[in-house]
């Protein structure tokens, strides 16, 4: 049986999240004051979107006023989705990175900035951009050889088919046209 507040609150509440398709990302209980928040980071393939987080946010919520395991105090209850600029952790974090340009900590110390192309079990194939007007190059790196990993935020990329976002930016030219 677990023993800490963590595990007790990833056991009840992980099973709820997958029950509404997400991911059960990160828990978190931080004293504010004299009062707790517990914050609950959601994901999924596809992302979470305000619809799917207000959902997730009822079901937890109900379940723990059911439950005793945020204790009798006072505590405020806070669900949302990755950061921008997420730290990548789990296989499915490349995978949900895929043609996002991620900046990696490599173990032997060197830093590298490229786009994930493609991700497998045991690595990532990495478009490194040119430099100075130079090509970009391939590269493939092993997840052992990544110390750390973060999405970086784009904010003048030019739209080359499947880049990651959801489609609004085909929307927004499509109204802009109208």
Avoid: C
Wanted: proline fraction near 2%; hydrophobic fraction near 35%.
């Amino acid at each position: 049986m677990s023993t800490t507040q963590s595990e007790r609150l990833r056991e009840l509440l992980e099973p709820l999240v997958r029950s509404q398709g997400l991911d059960l990302e990160e828990i978190a209980v931080d004293s504010v004051g004299r009062k707790r928040v517990l914050r609950v980071v959601v994901d999924s393939d596809t992302g979470a979107d305000l619809d799917a987080v207000a959902d997730v946010s009822r079901v937890l919520s109900a379940e723990l006023d059911e439950s005793d395991v945020m204790g009798q105090g006072e505590y405020t209850l806070e669900v949302g989705t990755p950061g921008a600029e997420r730290a990548l952790t789990e296989h499915r974090h490349y995978v949900r990175a895929t043609h996002r340009l991620v900046k990696f900590q490599l173990t032997e110390g060197d830093e590298i900035v490229a786009r994930i192309l493609a991700v497998d079990e045991d690595g990532l194939d990495l478009e490194v951009p040119g430099v100075k007007g130079r090509k970009p190059t391939a590269r493939r790196l092993a997840f052992a050889d990544i110390a750390k990993a973060r999405v970086q935020v784009e904010f003048n990329r030019k739209a080359d088919g499947d880049d990651g976002n959801d489609g609004n930016d085909k929307n927004m030219k499509e109204e802009e046209e109208a």
